[in-house]
């Protein structure tokens, strides 16, 4: 759990990542050695666990998003620790979730197009052993992504 001033810090880390310790400290009324403080707290605890760009992945290149539901045979271990090993490599997949419901996983994969979506099922995701059916939503338009927490 973390105090109300690093969740400012967290707020405003997650705005712009890359600011100065002396913006983001005049940001969050703090002195820039007790915001350098609280954000290396942060770091060593793991709350922050590291820095990323966020990318436009149709200005990279990467115009088809798909929501894939998949659900297995059964939930050996054998087959699970499979589906996650294989599935942790791969690039085109950015999260995969275990879930209740109707579905074991859902994962979200970002492909260039549907030819390259296509290929993804067919050399990837059908010869994982123990799937028992993948089923797509094809994301038609983003209306709110990412993955800042609502300090």
Same mark, same amino acid.
Request: net charge negative; aromatic share 8%.
């Given at each position: 759990?973390?105090?109300?001033?690093?969740?400012?810090?967290?707020?405003?880390?997650?705005?712009?990542?890359?600011?100065?310790?002396?913006?983001?400290?005049?940001?969050?009324?703090?002195?820039? =050695?007790?915001?350098?403080?609280?954000?290396?707290?942060? #770091?060593? =605890?793991?709350?922050?666990?590291?820095?990323?760009?966020?990318?436009?992945?149709?200005?990279?290149?990467?115009?088809?998003?798909?929501?894939?539901?998949?659900?297995? #045979?059964?939930?050996?271990?054998?087959?699970?620790?499979?589906?996650?090993?294989?599935?942790?490599?791969?690039?085109?997949?950015?999260?995969?979730?275990?879930?209740?419901?109707?579905?074991?996983?859902?994962?979200?994969?970002?492909?260039?197009?549907?030819?390259?979506?296509?290929?993804?099922?067919?050399?990837?995701?059908?010869?994982?052993?123990?799937?028992?059916?993948?089923?797509?939503?094809?994301?038609?338009?983003?209306?709110?992504?990412?993955?800042?927490?609502?300090?």
């Amino acid at each position: 759990m973390v105090e109300e001033h690093d969740e400012r810090i967290l707020a405003e880390l997650q705005k712009d990542g890359r600011a100065t310790n002396q913006q983001l400290a005049d940001s969050v009324g703090m002195s820039t =050695s007790a915001c350098w403080r609280r954000v290396r707290a942060l #770091e060593e =605890s793991g709350v922050i666990a590291g820095y990323s760009a966020l990318v436009q992945r149709e200005q990279a290149g990467f115009a088809t998003s798909a929501i894939l539901h998949v659900s297995l #045979e059964r939930h050996d271990a054998k087959f699970v620790d499979e589906f996650v090993a294989r599935v942790t490599t791969r690039r085109e997949v950015l999260e995969c979730f275990a879930t209740t419901g109707d579905a074991d996983y859902h994962l979200r994969v970002v492909v260039r197009d549907m030819e390259a979506y296509n290929k993804f099922l067919d050399e990837f995701m059908f010869r994982i052993p123990g799937i028992r059916y993948v089923r797509t939503n094809v994301i038609l338009k983003e209306i709110k992504t990412g993955i800042a927490l609502p300090f």
